[in-house]
């Protein structure tokens, strides 16, 4: 396709479950971000890709999220032992290294 | 810490007005600045940039203002149409900083028939 998707759409998990978001970024861009949407909220930066090296993780909330690029295209965001606080949109973006970024239509997690 | 703050919340205007949407930002190493327009269930969607080497740019029916002086960054909608109500977003870039957007709140647009 011609612009940043992500799968699933939505997500219900319960408290403790882990789960998996994906990424498919613009064909050929080196750069991809995940952000977090809390409701009504702006987007907050959680990591950043160039290619398949994670340079930025700084975001990330504990040590229960992981990202990951291995072949430079597709990332997963994974989240294990989900917890109430972490319902959100979660949010990817991709760019070919110029400045503006381009965003999916995001993830809605809900965790019971 | 650095954030990018909006001043309204919400801004209602009548169809075929003008709309203003203001955004206040700290951090002064900020060298891009970005305006992004959400609607409901959808990814941000980029609507204009500026440089901070500028002060005005103009898109189509979009203008963005950039004041340095006092850390301030407009979005201008002319002729505003019912399609334009959505949550409107500025983001600043620092080179310093990996390319992470910083967002503010949000400011939502209510466009009135």
């Known amino acids: 396709g011609a612009g940043v998707s992500q799968s699933p759409r939505y997500k219900v998990a319960k408290r403790g479950q882990d789960v998996a978001l994906r990424c498919d970024p613009i064909s050929g861009h080196v750069s991809l971000f995940w952000y977090q949407q809390a409701l009504g909220q702006g987007p907050e930066f959680l990591t950043y890709?160039?290619?398949?090296?994670?340079?930025?993780k700084s975001g990330l909330p504990s040590d229960r999220f992981f990202a990951e690029r291995p072949e430079g295209s597709v990332s997963t965001l994974k989240i294990q032992r989900t917890q109430q606080e972490d319902s959100a949109v979660y949010l990817c973006a991709s760019n070919s290294g110029a400045d503006t970024q381009y965003f999916g239509p995001g993830t809605r997690l809900t965790v019971l | 810490g650095e954030s990018v703050g909006l001043h309204l919340p919400t801004l209602s205007v009548q169809e075929g007005d003008n709309s203003i949407i203001n955004c206040a930002y700290s951090?002064?190493?900020?060298?891009?600045f970005i305006w992004y327009k959400q609607e409901s269930g959808k990814g941000p969607q980029f609507i204009i940039d500026?440089?901070?080497?500028?002060d005005k740019r103009q898109g189509q029916r979009v203008t963005v203002l950039l004041n340095k002086t006092v850390k301030h960054l407009s979005l201008q909608i002319a002729a505003t149409q019912p399609g334009d109500s959505a949550v409107y977003f500025c983001a600043e870039i620092y080179s310093d900083s990996s390319y992470k957007l910083i967002f503010g709140s949000g400011t939502r647009l209510l466009v009135r028939p």
């Open positions: 951090n002064s190493a900020s060298d891009y």
């Open positions: 500026i440089r901070s080497n500028m």
């Open positions: 890709f160039q290619n398949e090296a994670q340079l930025d």
